[in-house]
């Protein structure tokens, strides 16, 4: 079975170590996540393969921040810290909200989503290829940290707060 | 993001075109329940013309597949490629959808 990996909390993960990256604060405009990202994606390298996927990644961290933390409330900001190297990029995300209380429900949910998976399981599988709360709704696909914890091979966690997450993808 | 639909004999072909995304993945949710009123049995959903798909578009596709399988219906996604395969693989949902690598796998798909 692949390893299974869990979002943990660690506000003192050098993940959230803010040198060297640059800082940007966004309002909490839902019309607007897509065009907060891309105004991130376009200081990463051109050279990087697949920008439109980490521009798809960067706006779905956005999206939570704006949508579950500060739920559209337009007094609330989200701050974002973001940093690219050659082979290297660097977010990190803080909302105003009250933090991602389910995220041991996520993890568990994820484990069992991770055995259909190991047990090529499918029909039990339809039961958790969406993770979804009371908060939901129809916009919401539920998969978004699925993804995450994948494309993010360098790190993902939380702060011990839960407002602020943390990660890294290295391109070697 | 642009829908149509056409026939190939009993078989509906939705073909996407664009960016499903958190602002627009819910119309193909809501062409495939006015398909389905129409009863609707056999469904491919072509992904050519889409570069650009968030979770939003997954949770539609999500959405569509569990339905059609709930309704013992067929269902093919086909010409998957570029960041949407990445998305969909990341989320390891690949063996959950029914794709097809063409077309003609598609229509062989659905009208088994």
């Not at chain 2, 490629?81 to 998305?87: D, E, L, Q, R």
Request: glycine fraction near 6%; proline fraction near 2%.
């Amino acid at each position: 079975m692949d390893s299974v990996k869990d979002i943990g909390l660690d506000g003192s993960s050098t993940l959230f170590d803010t040198k060297g990256l640059t800082f940007a604060e966004f309002p909490s405009d839902y019309q607007n996540i897509r065009y907060f990202a891309l105004l991130i994606v376009q200081n990463a390298p051109p050279e990087f393969k697949e920008l439109n996927l980490l521009e798809q990644q960067i706006s779905e961290l956005i999206k939570n921040a704006v949508k579950h933390g500060n739920k559209n409330d337009p007094s609330k900001k989200v701050r974002v810290w973001y940093g690219f190297d050659q082979d290297s990029a660097r977010l990190i995300v803080r909302d105003e909200g009250e933090g991602f209380r389910r995220l041991e429900e996520w993890n568990s949910f994820n484990r069992k989503r991770l055995e259909c998976l190991h047990e090529q399981n499918y029909e039990k599988l339809g039961d958790f290829v969406s993770f979804r709360t009371d908060c939901s709704d129809d916009t919401d696909g539920g998969n978004a940290l699925f993804a995450a914890l994948e494309y993010w091979n360098g790190g993902f966690c939380f702060d011990e707060a839960r407002t602020g997450v943390a990660m890294k993808r290295t391109f070697r | 993001m642009e829908l149509k639909v056409h026939k190939a004999g009993e078989v509906y072909i939705i073909d996407v075109e664009g960016e499903m995304d958190l602002y627009n993945a819910y119309k193909l949710k809501e062409l495939s329940i006015s398909l389905l009123e129409k009863k609707a049995s056999r469904f491919i959903i072509n992904l050519q013309d889409v570069d650009y798909m968030d979770s939003s578009g997954i949770g539609a596709l999500i959405f569509i597949c569990s339905t059609m399988k709930k309704q013992n219906l067929k269902l093919a996604l086909t010409n998957i490629h570029g960041s949407v395969k990445k998305v969909i693989e990341l989320t390891k949902l690949t063996s959950y959808f029914p794709i097809s690598a063409s077309m003609d796998d598609a229509l062989k798909l659905v009208q088994e």
